[in-house]
């Protein structure tokens, strides 16, 4: 945190006076107290009061003034804050391979959870669409702001939603890429910033050449981040035959660190969806500094009040 007019910082020296003022008066007052003689006098010159209580609004004041002080300097600290028209494409794996059962209830329901608990920890204001790829890729929900729509797609996602079998990781980039430019008029010319996140299991084994995909998504700024999701001991059972579908994240790194986006690797739900908040907490965000003063002036203000009520409810009046 720093200050754009820390001189006047200074004042807080005349809340140190004023406290250390506070402290000699009530030093003297309790000197002054103790010369008469008479203990009726003393009672009435002295009466017992709370010994913490009438301490309190005047604690309260002064933290007040400290606190208005740091605010009249201007205080400023860095600030995450939603960028305008940001958009997530989120790409989820719908291979047969992701009803794998190494990951509790099978690798597709455990990603559909995380995603939806991803998609609702985002700003509202982030536009988020979603696309299902298996040996094809299509977009499910463009990217918008309606999550409900967003859960309902989610939802809808299922194996052979696609109608091809296989792992398309290219073309789930390139759908994404395309979603992204389709946002609004303006965002062939004007793109927003956007982001791609993409789980899936396995390799790529069609469609479009996952290389040249990212190589497009560096063209136009977006980054990719992967998720291998997944166990090597997975295998899912076709006709009584257990059939082997170890997780498979080598394209999906080299596609991350070609975009410039981040590789994660998740072997069971609890992993996927720290995963997850970790990608919320950076995407779609820009870090600008930014005048908090407000806040210490706010708080303040709080304490100002709490001196008052203090006062009246223990004194009768007002500091």
Do not use: C
Request: hydrophobic share 45%.
């Amino acid at each position: 945190m720093t200050w754009q007019s820390p001189a006047r910082l200074l004042l807080l020296l005349g809340v140190l006076a004023l406290a250390g003022g506070y402290l000699l008066a009530q030093r003297r007052r309790s000197r002054y107290a103790v010369r008469f003689t008479n203990l009726r006098l003393l009672d009435r010159v002295a009466p017992t009061r709370p010994s913490w209580r009438r301490h309190v609004p005047a604690g309260l004041f002064l933290a007040m003034l400290a606190l208005l002080v740091v605010g009249f300097a201007r205080p400023t600290a860095e600030v995450r804050v939603p960028r305008e028209r940001a958009t997530v494409m989120v790409a989820v794996d719908v291979s047969t391979s992701m009803l794998a059962t190494d990951v509790e209830p099978d690798r597709l329901a455990a990603a559909k959870e995380a995603a939806r608990k991803f998609v609702d920890g985002l700003p509202d204001e982030f536009n988020v669409g979603l696309v299902a790829f298996a040996g094809s890729a299509a977009v499910v929900v463009p990217p918008g702001t309606d999550r409900e729509a967003l859960h309902e797609g989610i939802d809808r996602l299922a194996e052979g939603i696609t109608g091809v079998q296989g792992t398309a990781i290219g073309e789930a980039i390139s759908a994404s890429l395309g979603a992204v430019k389709s946002l609004d008029s303006n965002a062939a010319k004007q793109p927003p910033p956007a982001r791609v996140i993409l789980l899936s299991d396995g390799a790529n084994t069609s469609g479009m050449d996952p290389m040249e995909a990212a190589a497009a998504a560096v063209t136009a700024k977006v980054p990719v981040h992967t998720i291998s999701f997944g166990t090597p001991g997975g295998f899912v059972d076709r006709g009584g035959r257990p059939i082997q579908v170890p997780v498979d994240g080598h394209t999906l790194k080299a596609v991350a660190e070609d975009t410039g986006g981040g590789f994660h690797s998740a072997g069971s739900s609890e992993e996927l969806r720290e995963v997850y908040e970790d990608i919320g907490s950076s995407v779609g965000y820009r870090t600008e500094r930014q005048d908090i003063s407000a806040r210490f002036i706010g708080l303040g203000l709080m304490f100002a009040m709490g001196a008052a009520a203090g006062s009246m409810r223990w004194f009768s009046r007002l500091p």
